[in-house]
């Protein structure tokens, strides 16, 4: 079956650490999201990719960072520079300039 | 700036009613909104998008309004069942005054008893 697979599902990060949330996605989309979301809040978009080699900041991409490499792929870095980086990441993708979003899992990240 | 607002207490009924969610949004003129499902501690499922020139869209037992004069969509589930428990999200996107990206609401946490 196609989806979205997030790894790890639960991770712990000590200050001061670089953490790397991975998202592999088989349905062939085009386009690869990175949002965080909190508590009573709306989901928010960290950094975006519509085409492979090439990706655009969000809404709070500071003290994050990403790369896309293969088509498949957009692993996303939370940085020591993120100042409250524990949250819950989600990974999503969609077809070319359609805006209806597949998510993955999730991965939810606690610094300790 | 561009806001989106959900009802952030929780919706609590009786299994069989209709649960009606609402969401409001100002200062945008969408070109379509979107409803998604989230389970708790999982990814939010796509359920339904309507576009600003359709006024009501069906899905089985799910009903989407979309009002562009009161800045309303207002999201119905049907003969409810405790299955349908979950939190709902309403999402903006498109129109003149976007920059391509999506817009969420909070959620909103239905309870479906028994």
């Known amino acids: 079956d196609g989806g979205i697979t997030q790894s790890p599902k639960y991770l712990f990060r000590k200050e001061g650490q670089n953490v790397t949330l991975s998202c592999e996605q088989n349905l062939n989309h085009d386009a690869m999201y990175w949002y965080r979301q909190d508590p009573g809040q709306g989901l928010r978009l960290i950094y975006y990719?519509?085409?492979?080699?090439?990706?655009q900041k969000g809404d709070i991409a500071e003290g994050y960072s990403v790369s896309r490499e293969k088509k498949e792929s957009f692993p996303l870095t939370v940085t020591s520079a993120q100042k409250n980086p524990t949250a819950f990441y989600l990974c999503?993708?969609?077809?070319?300039?359609?805006?209806?979003?597949?998510f993955g899992a999730g991965s939810r990240l606690t610094v300790l | 700036s561009q806001k989106i607002e959900q009802n952030s207490e929780a919706l609590n009924i009786q299994e069989g009613k209709t649960a009606t969610l609402t969401c409001n949004y100002t200062n945008y003129s969408p070109a379509y909104l979107q409803w998604y499902r989230q389970d708790p501690g999982r990814g939010p499922v796509f359920l339904l998008l309507?576009?600003?020139?359709?006024k009501e869209k069906r899905k089985e037992r799910l009903k989407v309004t979309f009002d562009t004069t009161l800045k309303q969509s207002l999201f119905h589930i049907t003969a409810s069942q405790p299955a349908d428990s979950a939190t709902y999200l309403c999402v903006l996107g498109g129109g003149s005054s976007n920059t391509g990206k999506l817009i969420f609401g909070q959620g909103t946490t239905l309870q479906v008893k028994p």
């Open positions: 309507i576009r600003e020139n359709e």
């Open positions: 990719s519509q085409i492979v080699n090439d990706f």
């Open positions: 999503a993708s969609s077809l070319g300039g359609a805006n209806v979003l597949t």
